[in-house]
């Protein structure tokens, strides 16, 4: 959309809304064409979903590997003025003549400093007295009892981290907020670094989980040999969509990029178990085995 400029010599300002990679590409190009491109973003950085990826259908090749690049070339173009952080107000106007008011959000550091460490986090006054009232002033509950064990059976220190964290994943069945909360406060870290840890490895949930989990390969090789129509038919029998679990948490449905076992494709994995060849009539009776056998954990 660009503002004051007459017909045939549109060379104004652009206003690109959201800071995804898609965004940020139309923002690039616009940008390399001479346009002077306003970038907004409701978040307090760029990248958007894919930053948050591991890998991209269907090459599997890394998410950040592709993205950095170009975060890196958006925040540093001349023709980009990048505002984070910011939500739109008000629009209004004609083409070639918008007039937009943008609404930057308040923030409690310095964006120009900030590194993203997390330090303040730990340093922030707030942050002290709510713990002291959620973690001295009350009766620890059952769940923080037993991450206190989980933390002093693995050493209570920082470099113990992710053994804590798998311990009580697989304690648990995933990472509850409240013992990661403890965590933090018993290793004296900050909260984000301790969720940024969770977070950032595919091994951790931090949504509760099923006793069995399901995993259908949605590489190339078993999509092209009908993983798609398996998976819908796994949705339907199980009334979730891939990435959810069945309200009575008997299950958990997940994709994955690849298994390793293609010759064998269409395959899923259920609690570690290989099932090749999957077809859409197996479907039922494979839930209905898993379902009878209890709990995986």
Known sequence: MADGASAGNVRGSVLVVGAGIAGIQAAMDLADSGFKVHLVERNPSIGGSMVQLDKTFPTNDCSMCIVSPKLVEASRHNNIELHTYTEIESFSGSPGAFEVTLREKARSVDAEKCTGCGNCVAACPVRQVVRVQDVYQQEPSEELRETDEIVDSCGAEREALIH???????HFGYLPEAA???????????YSEVYGTASFYKAFSLEPKGDH????CMGTACHVRGAGVVLEEFEKRLGVEAGGTTDDRTFTLETVNCLGACALGPIVVVDGEYHGNMAMGKVSKLIDVYAKKGTSR
Request: no cysteine; hydrophobic share 45%.
């Open 164 to 170: 804590i964290l798998q311990k009580t994943n697989e």
């Open 180 to 190: 990661l909360r403890r965590i933090a406060m018993r290793l004296d870290i900050s």
């Open 213 to 216: 989990t399901i995993q259908v």
